[in-house]
């Protein structure tokens, strides 16, 4: 065993370069700390949102973060320095500068302050150039993040939300997991949806017919299976800002059990990638949530797996078109 260092600080530092995935403190990637004062140093910023309050059925979501950073030290050999991706025959994210931001804080059964918290957050990564990665929690986080957009610094984004649910229920409170994309285009937080993966027994007729007739685009799972990445693009104006909402329950429970509502006939992993690259290509990525892992459901770490790999490759997405930017 190793001496402490003279200064009493730590024998091992996060994102020491030549340390394994399970040494070291669990930040995403075991990437460093940020702090509010270097955050215009950064490209991408990783926000933990701990808040599963607008659960519906069951709760858990609130653990996501942590067993997503912890999933992702998987891909930290030496430090995440290099992340060489074998099918592309390229390193991902090359160049990018990428730091955990931490969660925003919590304060249990006050979610009027939580939900403002959220907003403050990610407004805050907004206004220092940098683009917000967040981590639910249940998916009405996603509500408060798009607030942060409304009269910032960035152009009202184009919606485009992974999910096995429309998330446009009228029957939920305000401010459900089952609500979000409802509040965003009655709060004209977004310039349109694209709606990608649904399916199921949850959504009402009236919320379906009603999202369709404000100009929701709605493609389900068997019509993307059908018709491909083609009938996504085409409801996407190109090159548009854009915000990516992926609901981890959009994917089969085969792939991702860790999720509080999920529903058999989802996507595949590879699906789900090559459509999200897909839609970072076609326009402008500024801001992306992933939300509902749930650990105490999954099995083996699938899901917190399934979804830090599916950041990476969705941040590289974005990256590597050179689409992030102002
Ligand atoms: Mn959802």
Same mark, same amino acid.
């Given at each position: 065993m190793s001496e402490p260092p003279a200064n009493g600080g730590p024998t091992v530092l996060p994102g020491h370069p030549g340390s394994m995935p399970y040494v070291g403190i669990a930040t995403f990637l075991k990437l460093p700390v940020t702090t509010l004062a270097s955050l215009?140093?950064?490209d991408f910023a990783i926000l933990g949102i701990? =808040?599963?309050? &607008?659960?519906?059925?069951?709760?858990?979501?609130?653990f996501g973060p942590r067993a997503i950073r912890d999933a992702s030290?998987?891909?930290? =050999?030496?430090? &995440?320095v290099e992340l060489f991706d074998v099918e592309l025959g390229r390193a991902i994210l090359v160049g990018a500068r990428v730091a955990d931001f931490g969660d925003v804080p919590i304060d249990p059964s006050d979610s009027d302050s939580a939900r403002a918290a959220m907003t403050g957050a990610v407004r805050a990564i907004l206004e220092a150039g940098a683009t917000p990665v967040c981590l639910g929690g249940?998916?009405?986080?996603t509500a408060s993040i798009l607030q942060a957009f409304?009269?910032?610094?960035?152009?009202?984004p184009y919606l485009v939300h992974l999910d096995t649910h429309m998330d446009f229920d009228s029957y939920l409170p305000r401010h459900a997991h089952g609500t979000p994309i409802r509040l965003a285009v009655e709060g004209e937080l977004v310039t349109g949806v694209t709606q990608v993966g649904i399916r199921g027994l949850n959504s009402g007729l009236a919320d379906w017919e009603e999202a369709r007739s404000l100009g929701v685009n709605v493609i389900t799972c068997s019509r993307f299976r059908d018709e491909g990445i083609a009938a996504v693009l085409e409801t996407i104006p190109a090159g548009a800002p854009l915000y990516l909402s992926i609901d981890i329950d959009v994917f089969d429970p085969s792939a991702a059990p860790g999720t509080g509502t999920p529903e058999p006939g989802g996507l595949s992993y590879v699906e789900g990638r090559e459509l999200i690259r897909a839609v970072a290509a076609h326009g402008r990525v500024q801001g992306i949530d992933l939300v509902?892992?749930?650990?105490?459901?999954?099995?083996?770490q699938l899901t917190s797996t399934l979804a830090a790999r599916l950041l990476l490759d969705t941040m590289d997405a974005a990256w590597s078109q050179g689409t992030r930017g102002r």
């Open positions: 215009s140093e950064l701990p =808040y599963d309050e &607008g659960t519906s059925n069951r709760p858990g979501a609130r030290t998987l891909y930290s =050999y030496e430090g &995440g249940d998916h009405s986080v409304a009269g910032g610094p960035v152009p009202k509902e892992v749930s650990p105490q459901y999954d099995h083996a």
